[in-house]
């Protein structure tokens, strides 16, 4: 099968074409991506409207983009994908209206992704792995531990109650001047840095059950960079160094926990997976590698590129539900919030992520 698939979640304009399916390995012929970082970058953060027509400008140019480099005509589609939420209203709305063009006009299968379960199997795409597996979903915009037991099968065991990681390495680089995205930044100042200088908290550590808060943690550094005053290049450092070895404790911590909670109700897992763009962060990486050894698992994890949005994971995601028949009807309205495990007890903090 070749299905299409279209991300606009955020602020990334995507379209790819994967084949695969009925036993056949995977493929991805074509994963284009318009990153909208440089218009962004003045405000420090993404601004929901410029976002929306900026999709609204490229999602064409970019969905021939895609069928041009898989060699394809929409007549060879099966079906085309689109993340339908959860995400910035804006631009999933221009997204899911493209997508449901393409399907009406060729009479293909339309299907509605939710982005974190695109996330959630991308790791299927690049390996071979079976269900149930243990996922670490790590991004701006969410941190959740779940229990992924097949398509469509996704048990909550554990979510922020304040801030996504993501987050928190945006704002801590926003608060030491080092621009926007701020989680590479952080990482590549932090190679320099001496962890041991600044004590900053390990909030949620030790605690039952495996929920995060980061609140606190950015609270934490802002106070010292205060205390400091100005700036000098060692403390940038420094301090990211201590930013990012105190979210690789807490992690960690929270990682084995679900582990723990993993194996009492679903038994082993098949691995520890890590997803989401600050999967990307190869400290994080290291961190969560050990955890995994430690309880006899490995740690999988995509390729950097298919861990930030695009049109890929979308792409495999909808081949995945297509396979299984789980299509969508032309009505399916975008959704801004879409939890992956909707019977999981509401989860309370300020700011909490469905």
Known sequence: MNLLGIETSCDETSAAVISGGNGARPRILSNVVLSQVEIHQPYEGVVPEIAARAHLSHIDHIVAQAMHEAKLGFGALDGIAVAGGPGLIGGVIVGVMTAKAIAAVHKL???AVNHLEAHALTIRLTQDLEFP?????????????????????????????????????????????????????????AKSGDA????????????????????????????????????????????CAAFQAAAGDVL???????????????????????AGGVAANQYLRARLTDVAAARGLALAAPPPDLCTDNGAMIAW????????????????APRPRWPLDPDAAPATGAGVKA
Do not use: W
């Not at 979510?159 to 030491?176: P, Q």
């Not at 911590?253 to 890590?274: N, W």
């Not at 995601?317 to 299509?327: D, I, Q, S, V, Y």
């Open 317 to 332: 995601a909808g081949l995945e539900r297509l396979a299984l028949g789980l299509t969508d009807g032309l009505d399916f």
């Open 196 to 239: 041991g200088r600044f004590d900053l908290p390990r909030p949620m550590r030790g605690r039952p059950g495996c929920d995060f808060s980061f609140s606190g943690l950015k609270t934490a550094v802002r106070r010292r960079i205060e205390q400091i005053g100005e700036l000098a290049p060692a403390d940038i450092d420094d301090i």
């Open 252 to 274: 960690a911590d929270r990682t084995g926990r679900a582990a723990e909670m993993f194996e009492r109700r679903f038994g082993a897992p098949s691995a520890l997976v890590v």
């Open 109 to 111: 299968a339309f299907l």
């Open 133 to 189: 597996y243990l996922l670490l979903l790590v991004s701006g915009g969410h941190c959740q531990l779940l229990a992924v037991t097949g398509v469509g099968a996704y048990h909550r065991l554990g979510t922020t109650l304040d801030d996504a990681l993501g987050e928190a390495f945006d704002k801590t680089a926003k608060m030491l001047g080092l621009g926007y995205p701020g989680g590479p930044a952080v990482e590549e100042r």
